[in-house]
């Protein structure tokens, strides 16, 4: 614009600069001539006003360009639109996934859940599943002690899996059970090294525990003959206890022989004994009976006859080396025998007489009967081979704790 101004001034200085001489030069000619010189100037002078007012028209008309601002490449972009509050919600829940945080999940955890140590467990003990959903463990939950523990357990719908973290606590509030596991325990007086755990069976859910006396002592109390009951407790790692009453009797077994037992041995014929039979010869028409050196219970028993001879078949053959002992009973004077050891070792046998050489014997609790002379009847006794009557058994019962009694011997 100020280029146009210029030019404008410098044409207005050069009509001037022409219409001043031209017009002195007029007035030194005629006046015809001048006029014809004046009106040639007049008509330069109004072209000149003239192109200078449509330069200055054209000039100020002209639009300004200017450089283009950062606004004009912003309108070329998407105006956005900001919708209200409400709307912004709806846009929201139209856009979300089709799993939010709203959603039902497909198992919760329970509260407060409590385990028993050692105890089977599943996962629907842990979480509550929605219909339609199956749970697993990603990992066994450890039960295997007491405390505060956590466990994963997975649920699924067959499209969501999700994982769900319980804590949970491993208690044990079980008490073990315990009991006796025989009914006649005899023991010698003085013996030593008879513990708690000796006499009963426990069972514990935590297989944690411990047996003892409950009157203190480390071992049972063998200092006085006679029978006496003591407290035997299992108590397990939770501090739950349970208890039992042993009873048990104490023996002299070091007294003299000849108060315990009133006649010899059943003597044992080798030669014809095998490992299911065995053949002897004691007092006639006396109960015979042994027991294997493992257990306190008869493996076989029969009557002698007339002439005293017997054939014991035992309930199963004995193996190689292994050992029973017999004795007999006289069931009309209640009188028994010492205790032979028999034991089988293939083609050579070995008989030993207990009492004497091995074992101290033991006195009779109580007499069978009492004692008379022999019954004129006794021929029509059960012999040998033949099957014990009612006396018989009660018989038998006492020859068992007897020789139950040189099994507990031999076994402390």
Known sequence: MKKGLKFSYGVLALSVGLVLPTTVWANSLDDSKAEEVLKAATEVKNEVVESQATEAEATVSEPVVEAPKEEAKVEEKTEEVVPPAEEKEVLKAEQAPTVTANATPLATAKPNVKVEINAATTPGYFVTAENGTSVTFKSKPDVSSIGNKSVVVVATDGVTTEEITVSYVVADTQKPTIEVWDTENIVGLNEPDWYAEDFVLVDDN????????????????????????????????????ASVTLTYEVVDFDSEFDDYYDYEAPSIDKAKSNASVVYGKTRPNTLVAAISETSDMPVGYVFADDNGKFELLLKNALKNGETVYIMSMDLFTGESSDIVE???????????????NNQTPVKTATKVASTTKKDPEVSAL???????????????????????????????
């Open 342 to 356: 028999y034991t089988y070792s293939g083609e050579k046998m070995m008989v030993n007489q207990v009492s004497k």
């Open 206 to 241: 935590s297989d944690d525990y411990e047996v003892f006396f409950a009157d203190g002592r480390e071992t049972l109390d063998t200092s006085k003959v006679g029978t006496f009951n003591t407290v035997i407790v299992a108590r397990d790692a939770a501090g739950n206890e």
């Open 382 to 412: 059960p012999k040998t081979g033949d099957s014990p009557g009612a006396e018989g058994l009660v018989a038998i019962g006492a020859l068992a704790t007897l020789l139950a009694t040189v099994y507990l011997r031999k076994r402390s």
